[in-house]
Nanobody
Framework: HVQLVESGGGSVEAGGSLRLSCVAP????????AGWFRQVPGKEREGIAA???????TYYDDSVKDRFTIQDNPEHAVDLQMNSLKLEDTAMYYC???????????????????WGQGTQVTVS
């Protein structure tokens, strides 16, 4: 598996913004889907946003809709712009790249595709 590298996490006050980046310098995201997932201790990892490159398909969980924006820019990176952060957004955030045609719940349940090591986001 290709190693994905997340960055951009940190500590922020409620209402603030962060931008996460997921990069695989020698790997193309073309014709694949990329997603952002998060997990807090003691809870299951959940998919919160996904984009399928080149076809304009995006997905957002209700908990982040209208606050987070996922962007594939450039071809080997995917970013997550997080605005109006809430306390409940505190989590470890992971990115993954996986084949098209899969539901995000399947991707996270079976850990399909390539995953990064995660970046911590803390909202206080």
């Amino acid at each position: 598996h290709v190693q994905l590298v997340e960055s951009g996490g940190g500590s922020v006050e409620a209402g603030g913004s962060l931008r996460l980046s997921c990069v695989a310098p020698e790997y193309s995201f073309s014709s694949k889907c990329a997603g952002w997932f998060r997990q807090v201790p003691g809870k299951e990892r959940e998919g919160i946003a996904a984009i399928c490159t080149g076809v304009g398909i995006t997905y957002y969980d209700d908990s982040v809709k209208d606050r987070f924006t996922i962007q594939d820019n450039p071809e080997h990176a995917v970013d997550l712009q997080m605005n109006s952060l809430k306390l409940e957004d505190t989590a470890m955030y992971y990115c993954a790249v996986y084949p098209r045609g899969l539901e995000i719940r399947t991707v996270v349940a079976r850990r399909v595709g390539c995953w990064g090591q995660g970046t911590q986001v803390t909202v206080s």
